[in-house]
């Protein structure tokens, strides 16, 4: 078997995951909605199968759903098909973002090329109507549209069991990270989507510090995530 995509290679292992009916089908279906956007949708299969994990997880435990960083929202699109997320009445899924782009005030200089090569590559139009679309099915999952982490004030996001993380910027991550953690309840899943890829050592650098305060360790992943979970 050999997968070699988003920046990872692998030989000689098993990635049966791919093609378990509800997950390829569910690739299949996100694919194509995000095609309209996406001249050629990336595959990040991988890093798709470690949030469904994270967020099958969660599932087992007391709280709502959180990700900061959504765009077009391939990943928590991914995992509100593979979880059925409609039919858990009882949690919301809260998307956070911009949805024209990464802000990139407060930026060091090292974070700020990054983010001016993303933005230009990938984050150049207002996709907020398209990715209400894609969400259209799923009527727990609610969009809000801000920066952050101002965008957190005002919103009841009750207890929380899973949280994704990916705005291309440390500060922001991290002064969000400091609003929510009250929040998350012991055993929250935490996925950072950037904490080892090349480019984002200022990400990976707070991150590590961030963990520590509470006495913790984050997972490095060869997706290029990371994950944590709450104590």
Known sequence: MLYASDGLGVKHKNISFMSEPVFEKAWAEVAQANMPYWPEVPDIRWRAHVCVWAATSALQIEGNFVELGVHTGI?????????????????????????????????????????????????????????????????????????????????????????????????????????????????????????????????YRAWNEFAARYGLRILTLPTGQGMLIKR
């Open 75 to 203: 990943l928590s699109s991914m995992i509100c098909r593979c979880t059925d997320f409609a039919k858990h009445a009882d949690r919301r899924f809260f998307l956070f973002d911009t949805f024209t782009g990464i802000p990139g005030k407060g930026a060091s200089a090292e974070e700020a090329a990054e983010i001016a090569r993303c933005n230009a590559v990938m984050y150049h139009s207002d996709v907020y109507e398209f990715t209400k679309s894609v969400f259209a099915e799923f009527p727990n999952a609610q969009l809000v549209k801000g920066r952050l982490p101002a965008s957190l004030e005002g919103i009841e996001t009750g207890r929380i069991a899973y949280l994704s993380v990916d705005l291309n910027h440390a500060g922001a991550e991290i002064d969000s990270a400091e609003i929510l953690w009250p929040r998350l309840v012991p055993g929250a899943v935490i996925v950072l989507d950037d904490y080892a890829f090349a480019g984002h050592e200022e990400q």
